[in-house]
DNA sequence: GTCACTGCAAAGGGTTTGCATCGGA
DNA sequence: TCCGATGCAAACCCTTTGCAGTGAC
């Protein structure tokens, strides 16, 4: 919980001269907060049962800056074509995760995995060039909605 | 070249009382004949280089018609928020494949791993439930970029 | 001749932007 | 005080939809 979003995003903005806004802490908060992926609209709505005042254009702004910082990912799953989902980035444990979403229930589980890594390895010795980043995502139905 | 996409979409139509319509089949034919992925818009431009009264949203139609009938993917790909691009499905080596994009010169290469199964079953033991479908997407730069 | 498909234009839904104002440092 | 952040409303972009007309079978 909490995984300490608020401070990272904290040191950021006192090296770049930006400024912590009561906004932008309750979005902050949130994020954190929340272990489901939200999209822009949920966490504004979220939010504004704090903050009524809020806009869902500072929500993007927030969720944009802290994408460029590398704060959090964004990521579209299939079955909302034009709709994105944000979580923060968690670099406490190093391992990188990856998702499941279900197809019944919608419901996103995330998962770690060692062979990411042999993956990457294998793109770069066929085809040269960099990986930097990889996206995952497992479709199909969870446990719980193949039992039921 | 080919995928004899053509033809496979023919059998579905006959199938369910469907037509061949000069548009679909011009649609088909440059969705197979191009490797790379295509928006809606730029299949919309090649295909008008040949017949000009078509519509865009005769493209979107009939491409989510081959997706509905399992003949082409979608995906987007994270520099495109809203952006989809397709890609016939081809099911002649029966291996599926993935894809690396280089966020330098935009290129989508694809790609086919065996390790996927490995993390499929792994999820599978840790989590449960059935998997149906893998969407990996790498990114990176590019062997030319790199050594560019 | 039927009925599926098309073109057109308008609507829809998510995201972005310009600008005047507000408020944190 | 100064300048970055916000609210608002309008714009944007991609995609979808209703409807009348067209054309494949």
Known sequence: ???????????????????MTNQRRLILETLSHYADHP????IYERVRLKNRALNLSTVY?????????????TRVFEDERCQERFDPI???DGMDHYHFRCSQ?????????????????QYC???GGLVQKASLILYGTCASCTSA
């Open 105 to 121: 229930c919608n419901q996103i589980i995330e998962f770690s995995t060692q062979y990411l890594e042999n993956i990457k390895s």
């Open 61 to 73: 702004r927030t969720l944009r800056w802290l994408e460029q910082r590398g704060l959090v990912n």
């Open 1 to 19: 919980m909490g995984f300490n979003l608020v401070d990272m995003a904290m040191t950021e903005l006192h090296a770049n001269g930006g400024r």
């Open 125 to 127: 010795f066929e085809y």
């Open 90 to 92: 968690i670099k406490e």
């Open 39 to 42: 999209t822009a609209e949920e």
